[in-house]
Structures are given as C-alpha cells and as structure tokens.
C-alpha cells in the first residue's frame, strides 16, 4: 500500500508527491531535516527536534516554513494516515525553488520546501542489535566545518557506512585531529570505570536530541558524565562503548576497528541507559 506523505501543505500518495528540478535541496543540499522517533503512534521528544530544526534553519539563514504547532499537527496527522506504530518521521525543509540554478540565495519571497513522509519500523525499540551490539570502524572525518547544523549534505555520512559495510561493520566513528568526533549518523560514548564519556558540544559535531535526554537521565540517575574528545585507542580500552540517535536510542558497541571493547559483549551501563531511556521517553511521548 502506498504511503501518503506530505509536501508543501497537501497530503499525497507518494507517487504523486513531487518537488522541482530547481529546488536548493537537489541542487545544493540547501536544506535542513529532522528524523523523529514514533512508539506506539506518539512523538519521542518532537520539542527537542522542533527546537533544532528552528536553530539549524536560524543558523542558515532560512525561513520557517509554518509554526512548530502546525509542525506537530503535521506529524500527528501522518502518523494517523498512516496508521503508524513504530517508525520514524523523516523531515525536510529547503530553501525552496528559485527560477533558475544560481549559487547565490534566491529572493526572500521565495517559499521553503517542506516535506515529510513516514518509515515504518515495526522492531524499533526491539532492534536486536541492541542484544548483540553493534561493530565500528574508525575512518577519518572529511565532513564540512558546521556539523551543528542539521543539514541534508550527508555524501560523507553515507559513504562512511559503506566502508564500515565492506569491512563487514555496521557502522563508522569519524576521527578529527586525533579524537572522535562521532557515528556517521549518531553521537559517540565510552564509558570507564563507571563514568560515561562523550564528546562536548561545539560545531563539530550535532547535538543530538537523544544524546541531551540520555546525558540527563544519566545524572538523574547519580551516574557520572564527562563531556570531552577521546582517541579510539582509549575507547578500545573502555569498560564499554555504545551510540545515541533517535532512530537507534541507545546501542551498544562491541568492537572498534577489529578490537574488543571490554568483555565484547553490551555492557550494563548502555544497557540500563536504553531501559531508562526507552520508559522515560514513552511516558511523556505526544
Ligand atoms: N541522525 N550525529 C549525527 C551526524 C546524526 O546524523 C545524528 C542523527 C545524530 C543523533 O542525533 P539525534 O539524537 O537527534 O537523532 C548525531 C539521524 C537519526 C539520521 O540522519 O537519520
């Protein structure tokens, strides 16, 4: 059956939706997005991603395209139509179409693309990976300088995975100057001797929306955090490593570039963040 997904205030069958060969995104990766998590049919923290999505398109100079309420009537609607239980809702805004390819901005009156659609993923929050633990690959980090910004260009990201895919790993974590910046498409952790350690905040990386709700819960729950750069030498040393994002939640991490990390298997430390996460996030879920 066919999805309907929405595009510039309609709802569509997705073989119907479609957008312009101008448009900033296709041609530039003008464009900003959001990847919220759906249980149950309800939000996982829809505030915080409104709340980014307004900062990344603030930060590039890009009008909003409607409020964040009608963002989240937009969401909830999708969710109805498509009778969604678990899954993600991926959402883009662009610059929009100008009337012709030209590097620079086009006038202001020209509208914002906005797009979302649904994916639906039955095993979401029982994603086996979370049992077995997933293995990295360390590669270095060629993305651009402003990482705080959501952004649609993820060529780097992508081509990340597929060296992570065909050295048989599930994913890659980016290394910058000697330290880790983070997963291709989710936030870094290692956690030694009972604290939890992952990269600070600052332009190099996005601050995932996941990784401040689990810091939070972390230090609700008297476990100690430090936000600061590790090596992968020191992260193939940890008790345990694990990543955040709002597709995976918490995942353990096992082995880094063919290394163990503690025993190789979950830890408990990852393990516990993901129950709290999980029950925390539910219960408070629109
Ligand atoms: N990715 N770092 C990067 C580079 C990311 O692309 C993401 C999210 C995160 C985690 O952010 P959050 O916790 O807000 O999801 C960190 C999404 C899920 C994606 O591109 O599909």
Redo the contacts with the bound molecule.
Sequence with gaps: MSRTVYVNGEYLPEEQATVSVFDRGFLFADGVYE?TSVLDGKLIDFDG?AK?LKRSLGELDMAEPISSEDLLGVHRELVRRNDLVHGMIYLQVTRGAATDRDFAYPSKDTKPTLILFTQSKPSLANNPMADTGMKVISIDDQRWGR?DI?TVQ?LY?SMGKMMAKAAGCDDAWMVEDGAVT??????AYIVKDGKIITRHLGTE??H????AAVLRFAREAQMQVEERSFTIAEAQEADEAFI????TFVMPVVEIDGEPVGDGVPGSVAKRLREIYLDESRKVAV
Excluded: D
């Design positions: 990847v991603h980014r990482r959501k993820l990201p983070e997963g291709t498409s989710n936030n990386i996005l995932g929306i996941t990784r955040t994002s709002a597709s």
